[in-house]
């Protein structure tokens, strides 16, 4: 039961475009939507994450969309760089003992020069 | 810097053998989770542990088993390894849950079972 859908699979930009990845969940608990980065050979990083009392946050080129009553959130990267080139996962979690994340299945973001 | 240091980037094993997979974390963090990675299914959380000696079954646990026997280090067990858990696996470590505290990955262990 995938609990978090990402979209899509895989992304091709050109140098200076916008970067938009989807999510939609279908827990109602969920309270918090982190997005990581994970370059190759290294493991996920936190991003940028979102509460859903907001409906849109900002940091730098990077914004999270909230959409509560649709259950979804998306990332969009603004000016896209080579350097952005990586793979991204959104992920939702809801208060518990650690806080377990349930991450999406990741889309692999190409930006070309 | 937080550091969650993974013993080995590679490892290759045998069917049937029990394989210990190791994390440190050196940041004093409360929690510690392990989970594979594979393409097209993201990452799936194995277990997790919130404090010492205490562990929880994540969403994939079956065939695997955990370790925590001192704060800084969580180990993951095959203890009987088949082909299917041919993966990546990645450790992470965090505060508890109050903040929203983000998660610090390690760099991962690439297992492969023969």
């Known amino acids: 039961q995938q609990q978090v859908k990402q979209s899509p699979q895989s992304l091709i930009v050109q140098k200076g475009g916008i970067s938009i990845i989807n999510c939609a969940y279908e827990n109602t608990a969920f309270d918090y939507f982190p997005w990581y980065q994970q370059f190759p050979g290294k493991g996920p990083a936190l991003l940028i994450a979102?509460?859903?009392?907001?409906s849109e946050k900002k940091e730098g080129r990077f914004t999270i969309s909230f959409n509560k009553s649709a259950k979804q959130f998306s990332l969009h990267i603004m000016d896209s760089q080579p350097g952005d080139s990586a793979t991204y996962f959104c992920a939702a979690s809801r208060s518990g003992s650690a806080r377990q994340l349930t991450f999406g299945s990741g889309t692999q973001l190409t930006v070309l020069p | 810097d937080v550091k969650v240091t993974q013993s080995s980037r590679y490892l290759v094993k045998r069917t049937g053998e029990k394989v210990f997979l190791e994390c440190v974390q050196d940041?004093?963090?409360?929690?510690m989770f392990w989970y594979r990675q594979d393409p097209g299914l993201g990452l799936r959380l194995i277990y997790f542990?919130?404090?010492?000696?205490?562990?929880e079954k994540g969403d994939i646990p079956e065939g695997y088993s955990v370790s925590r026997e001192k704060k800084e280090r969580f180990s993951l067990i095959l203890e009987s390894a088949s082909t299917n858990q041919t993966s990546m696996y990645l450790c992470?470590?965090?505060?508890?849950?109050?903040?929203?505290?983000?998660?610090?990955f390690g760099d991962g262990t690439r297992l492969s079972i023969l």
């Open positions: 979102i509460r859903p009392d907001v």
């Open positions: 940041m004093d963090h409360e929690n």
């Open positions: 992470a470590s965090s505060f508890p849950q109050g903040g929203d505290q983000p998660q610090h």
């Open positions: 542990s919130y404090d010492v000696k205490m562990k």
